[in-house]
């Protein structure tokens, strides 16, 4: 058994995952084309999260193992993730490190209700003791403290923002490094330098939604 399939998580995440998919974010009544607007604006991810804070937006079930078999096999020990939401990719990259035999998480969350609920979550899985939520725009709460070595980043906060948290980050990322962006076609700037010949990664699409990159070097 892993922590991920044994009790109390695996039940917890069954209930989460089933609550995300009964209230889903086309109930937040955007038009499709307001919402597209916010998702690719640099300064309108604050009102789309604020119109989505009641919403889990998580990633997929598939893209939840994904984080866990990453991050088991990568024998990650530092983890960063921007955009918390409820917690459910938390859960997945908190119980790998447990199954690590330990390790850090930092997350960022700027949704102080979402932040309750991803505590609430990361505690009835027992997972609480291995992350720690930064509270506020990961703009500035990632711009500091960051561990030495960073082994594993998630990506799925603001699509427009991806390029400027990778700035943040990437100093730190241990050659090797892997870095899963949900959704990154929402951000063709991230892609483009991702994938770019001689940009320090090694990148393809992973599944429909998910850019998988390697730091090189
Ligand atoms: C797609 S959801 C994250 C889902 C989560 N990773 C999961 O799988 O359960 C994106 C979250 O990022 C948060 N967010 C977006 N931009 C942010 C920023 N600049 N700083 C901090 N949080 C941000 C939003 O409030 C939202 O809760």
Excluded: C, W
Excluded at 114 to 132: H, P, T, Y
């Amino acid at each position: 058994m892993t922590t991920l399939t044994a009790a109390p998580l695996a039940l917890l995440l069954d209930r989460l995952f089933a609550e995300a998919d009964a209230k889903r974010p086309e109930l937040a009544g955007l038009p499709a084309e307001e919402l597209q607007a916010l998702m690719h604006s640099k300064t309108g991810y604050l009102e789309l999260y604020s119109r989505l804070k009641d919403f889990a937006l998580p990633v997929s079930r598939e893209t939840g193992r994904l984080l866990y078999l990453l991050a088991r096999s990568s024998q990650a020990t530092t983890i960063v993730e921007f955009g918390t939401s409820f917690g459910l990719s938390t859960l997945h990259l908190a119980a790998a490190l447990r199954d690590n035999g330990g390790g850090r998480l930092i997350t960022s969350e700027f949704e102080p209700s979402k932040v309750n609920i991803a505590r609430q979550n990361l505690s009835a899985g027992g997972l609480a003791d291995l992350v720690e939520i930064r509270v506020g725009d990961a703009l500035q709460t990632l711009s500091n403290d960051l561990p030495e070595q960073i082994d594993l980043v998630l990506l799925d906060g603001a699509k427009p923002l991806y390029p400027a948290i990778l700035d943040l980050l990437q100093s730190r990322f241990k050659p090797g490094a892997l870095i899963v962006a949900d959704n990154a076609d929402h951000s063709p700037e991230y892609l483009a330098r991702v994938r770019s010949a001689g940009g320090g990664y090694v990148s393809l699409p992973f599944a429909d939604d998910v850019e998988l990159s390697m730091r090189v070097g």
